[in-house]
């Protein structure tokens, strides 16, 4: 809903009280840049130069000693370096990164205004408590010592796992690190992050596919294509410097730019192919485009043959799908893919990319996977320009994922098996007995090798009947540390869930929707946490490559450091000795960020997060300028040969100096270099068929075929072991012997001896296209839950109910039932340019919320006219579970007939009703708004219980 100004001066809002005062003081465009310290703005940088960006030294001049430090932005995953103004410990202007291959010197609207959230006016000041319906000011004290009574007396009476610990993509990666730790230690698994929410089924059908669930390539590498496939994601507004690279190919190598979404999106606005297609259909409509690609040969024959398993079973699908079944499914024309097939079929390399629009789905984990087999069959992985490559959407949602802070896993992905917690504890030092100890038990068996309930499903923690239930009892307290409830579906269902704890807890730099969606008097925390600009440590972004924060400011008003606010309540419940046992502390409060890095680095060994002591990623942070903007290894310096970031793998301990792997699964360089093989995780064979590579392996590797993973009977069985050092034999020897592996081996000797041979520690296999361990092993079409296409339910139903991750779920039982006369419309969601995830922080930065003040709904000029509905106008849109939202109706061409969008940015509204006199004084964002969420629906996926946003039923009615 972006109004065009009368002139060049922000006009005074008509709507918003709290804006209206801030635009007391008109700001035009050169003021807002002065004031959020940049020289020139974001992308509108490129075009004012001609595309060679250079640093407006002149305009910049400050007076005065002012000291500049790095750090990173806190919005999307690109990455983009912040350089900080301060003056005398105040944060007086920003200029962004100019060295940094990430973002060039530019800056998105957000990034351009992230100073304001470590000034933000609007900000938890200090703690507080809900007493008597009223927000009452309290000690950090207080706070921990009534908190952490409250959870004791809870897990006495009803078990660790009735505490559920949510986590947070804000943490940076030493915070993600020891927040799963803290949970471990506290004795549960019932503890997640966003990444469930967001790309849970990307990590799940990519790493199924062929080992590792991250994007393959980086933004910068996208220089390379040859054509660029954009699916479910729209990253001229959600990732808007990515469109630096992606634009790069498009002018310099004419690579055609083809984006599929069911709404013509900015980033669609680029395209030179626009796919629309029915919102639930990418495997139908991906399959429709190999149907072509099949029937024409185009296929890479000798690739599939060498490094893909069961594209013949993939190819028995595809048959099904041809032009007409297609088109009947996604609306999308046979003639239109055909094109698109032979465009990518005639531009190698070409990337794919993709969004949550192709993972918020019930059969998400089915779309992730159709897009890498597209990917396998072009033979377009493990090359330069190729690859698969997956926009994240927070800034450390990758290294918070990578560090476990997950129900299912460990930090490094190992799982929650007996021999993941030996790894771990090994890792701790920890009495194996006690820690088990710490976790309840059902029967003789222990819940910590058990699945927690994930951030999708926590309300029915709460409110589901426990013998319907694997968790022992009902969650009583909930801790939202670093998270925006308004970001997950069934609001109304979430706000009953909320009044029926005992206790709820936020741990924020704002307060959240969490503080006003419920009915709550009594029993309600709100803890400050400080922001990541005060305080310090490593972040991951998308292309898995570190970055280092510097503290740019101390902690704002009585707000601390998350690591601070889990180091008190460690000491609140007796066992922070134990947590902190090989982490070294500042003081009795503070550990010292490095050491957690080194912690992580001695265990980490499954992704390589082994090789970035904080020395390297700083060193590579001051030497920006080294390093190439396409294929971003440093020319000379002393970072040389290394890629920007070490992206992970970076294989053995630091002092192995292993570069990074700019692009995985690339068996053009030495492994030593960078390269890598596919990872052989599933076995030798399948079914009588060999799942190694077949004659192919990595530049000068010395075994000259596919080869299993390593373990230190490999090594022995091929002469190797001898190469180890008496040290190195020492620690293999007191883990396992013989059966100690690549990835338990603490010496990092088993790597080093692989990586001298020019092997991947993790094998050579093939890729496979079969997931037989999924529900649907070749990836199929199924109808959403919540269909109006009552004609194809027959022909792709939906799963049979079933339970996982501790809880009941419903496939079937809910799509029996036919809503689509009452709810006729498709309703979908997705990102605004201005705002960022749950938009807490946005909507309380004023620069942000001048841009976008009002909540709002797409719909179609056809049907707005056939409902009478008029543009600007109020309307009530309305989901199948009854749950309605009031918003402005924006009439538009941007969403198909029969299909509506709505932002999900937006909270403090609920069914129509204000909540602003909920927050406490002066922390209300400015600008509030239904949550779209409120009228979404049930839904989960059959793999990760990803929440399904991106296809319900809706009505809309003018209100």
């Known amino acids: 809903m972006l109004r065009k100004k009368t002139n060049g001066v922000a006009r005074r809002s008509q709507r918003t009280g709290i804006l209206s005062d801030i635009a007391e003081k008109s700001v035009d465009r050169r003021s807002f840049l002065r004031g959020s310290g940049l020289a020139i703005g974001g992308l509108a940088a490129i075009s004012a130069t001609g595309g060679a960006v250079t640093q407006a030294n002149a305009q910049s001049a400050v007076n005065g000693a002012v000291e500049t430090i790095k750090s990173v932005c806190t919005h999307c995953s690109v990455g983009c370096t912040v350089i900080a103004e301060v003056s005398n410990g105040v944060w007086t202007g920003q200029e962004p990164g100019w060295d940094s291959p990430f973002n060039l010197g530019a800056h998105c609207a957000k990034g351009a205004a992230v100073r304001e959230h470590a000034h933000g006016e609007r900000r938890l000041k200090y703690p507080m408590k809900k007493e008597g319906g009223e927000w009452k000011r309290i000690s950090w004290e207080q706070a921990i010592d009534e908190i952490g009574d409250g959870m004791m007396n809870i897990r006495e009476e009803s078990g660790p796992d009735s505490v559920y610990w949510l986590g947070s993509a804000k943490h940076n990666n030493e915070q993600a690190y020891l927040f799963r730790k803290f949970a471990a230690y506290w004795g549960t698994n019932n503890v997640d992050h966003q990444a469930r929410i967001c790309h849970s089924t990307t990590v799940a059908g990519v790493a199924n596919t062929w080992g590792y669930g991250a994007m393959t390539n980086s933004y910068n590498d996208i220089h390379n294509s040859k054509a660029i496939f954009i699916i479910g994601g729209n990253p001229a507004e959600a990732h808007p410097v990515s469109l630096l690279h992606l634009l790069k190919a498009k002018e310099q190598n004419n690579a055609p730019v083809i984006v599929c979404d069911p709404r013509f999106t900015r980033t669609a606005a680029h395209a030179d192919e626009y796919v629309r297609f029915r919102p639930g259909t990418d495997v139908a409509l991906v399959w429709g485009i190999l149907w072509h690609i099949f029937e024409n040969g185009w296929e890479d024959k000798e690739f599939i043959r060498t490094r893909v398993w069961g594209m013949d079973q993939i190819q028995e699908e595809v048959a099904k799908w041809n032009p007409e079944e297609v088109e009947r499914v996604t609306g999308a024309p046979g003639e239109q893919l055909r094109r698109v097939a032979r465009t990518m079929a005639n531009n190698r390399p070409g990337t794919v990319i993709w969004c949550m629009g192709g993972t918020q789905h019930t059969n998400g984990n089915n779309n992730t996977r159709a897009y890498c087999v597209l990917q396998l069959a072009l033979g377009n992985m493990g090359t330069s320009g190729g ?372 092997c991947a520690p993790f094998g050579n296999a093939k890729a496979r296209a079969v997931v037989w361990t999924f529900p649907d092993p070749v990836p199929v079409h199924r109808e959403p839950l919540y269909t109006n296409r009552r004609d194809l339910v027959e022909d792709y139903p939906t799963y049979e109910d079933r339970k996982f991750y501790r809880l009941p779920t419903m496939y079937a039982s809910i799509q029996k039932q036919d809503f689509s006369k009452d709810y006729p419309m498709i309703l979908t969601s997705g990102r605004l340019v201005e705002y960022e995830g749950g938009g807490d922080e946005s909507r309380s930065n004023p620069w942000l919320a001048e841009l976008q003040q009002d909540m709002f709904v797409e719909i179609n000029t056809r049907d707005a006219n056939n409902l009478g509905i008029r543009d600007g106008k109020q309307v009530w849109v309305e989901g199948p579970e009854g749950a309605k939202v009031k918003v402005m109706a924006m009439v538009t061409e941007r969403v198909g007939e029969g299909v509506a969008f709505m932002p999900f940015h937006f909270g403090g509204h609920l069914e129509g009703k204000d909540l602003r006199d909920k927050y406490p004084d002066g922390a209300d964002p400015y600008v509030l708004g239904e949550s779209s969420n409120t009228a979404q629906t049930y839904g989960y996926d059959s793999v990760t219980q990803m929440q399904e946003t991106k296809a319900t039923l809706c009505k809309i009615s003018a209100a």
């Not at 560090?403 to 030996?422: E, F, N, Q, R």
């Not at 001898?722 to 338990?744: F, H, M, Q, R």
Request: net charge negative; charged share 25%.
């Open 387 to 758: 690859g698969t490559n997956i926009f994240r959407g927070h800034d450390n949602v990758q290294g918070a994922t990578d560090l476990g802070v997950l129900s299912h896993t460990l930090p490094g992905y190992y799982g929650l098996k007996p021999g993941s917690w030996a790894h771990w504890g090994r890792v701790w030092e920890e009495d194996m007995d006690w820690l088990k100890g710490q976790f309840a038990t059902d029967g003789d068996k222990s819940l910590m090798n058990l699945t927690g309930i994930p951030v999708s499903r926590w309300i029915d923690g709460v409110l589901e009947d426990p013998d319907n239930m694997d968790n022992p009892n009902k969650v009583r307290a909930m801790v939202l540390w670093g998270h925006a409830p308004n970001s997950q579906t069934r609001q109304k269902e979430m706000k009953t869930a909320m009044e029926q704890l005992d206790m709820l807890v936020v741990v924020d730099p704002y307060p959240t929707v969490s503080a006003v969606l419920h009915d709550r008097t009594d029993g309600v925390y709100l803890l400050p946490a400080c922001t990541q600009f005060e305080t310090r440590g490593s972040v991951t972004a998308s292309n898995r490559s570190f970055q280092w924060r510097d503290k740019v400011v101390d902690p704002l008003f009585e707000s601390l450091p998350d690591e601070v606010i889990m180091a008190k309540f460690a000491n609140k419940f007796g066992w922070a000795d134990r947590l902190f046992r090989n982490i070294e502390m500042d003081d009795e409060e503070t550990p010292n960020v490095e050491s957690i890095t080194r912690e992580f680095n001695k265990g980490m060994w499954t992704i390589g997060y082994t090789g970035q002591s904080p020395e390297r990623i700083k060193m590579h942070m001051a030497n920006q300028h080294t390093f190439d903007r396409t294929t971003l290894q440093a020319i000379g310096g002393p970072a040389d040969g290394d890629y920007y970031g070490l992206p992970w793998p970076s294989w053995g301990t630091a002092e192995m100096n292993h570069p990074g792997t700019p692009n995985l699964y690339d068996m053009s360089k030495r492994v030593s270099e960078g390269g890598l093989t596919f990872r052989a995780r599933f076995g030798v064979e399948r079914d009588g068929d060999n799942l190694l590579a077949e004659g192919v392996y990595s530049k000068d590797s010395d075994i000259q075929d596919g080869y299993p993973e390593f373990t230190m009977q490999m090594l022995m069985d091929l002469g190797w072991d001898s190469e180890l050092t008496a040290e190195e034999l020492g620690v293999i020897d007191g883990i396992a012997g013989p059966k100690t592996n690549w990835k338990t081996d603490l010496s990092g000797g088993i790597q080093r001896v692989a990586i001298a041979h020019e």
